[in-house]
């Protein structure tokens, strides 16, 4: 069974994604900044709007897992920091009303 990470502290947010989610028939854990080890995970979904996720540092230990997919959504996609997220291991970036509609399509292929 292929594994979602979330990386999102709004409650709101974190239940509508993980709903979206939940017909892909894979696992799904809620983790913190102070994560130990997602070697064992396909996908992660990173709100960049808090600032424990859209640091260099947290982006940097998650990269380390080449076999992850990252995405990433923040409330307004502006190219420069686009550019850093992309740069520190985000294979993709959406906005906040983009990572809703899109997710379940985006999940499919990264968990192919």
Known sequence: MKKIVLFIKNFQKAAKVSEKLAALNAEIQFLGPNFDD???C???IIDLNESDFSNSDFLRKLNTNSNIFIVGYVSKVVKKSHDKFKYE?????LSN???LK???R????ALR
């Open 42 to 44: 396909s996908l992660a």
């Open 102 to 104: 899109n997710i379940e």
């Open 38 to 40: 997602v070697s064992d």
């Open 97 to 99: 009303a983009s990572i």
């Open 106 to 109: 985006i999940a499919r292929e």
């Open 89 to 93: 291991g985000c294979n993709m970036i």
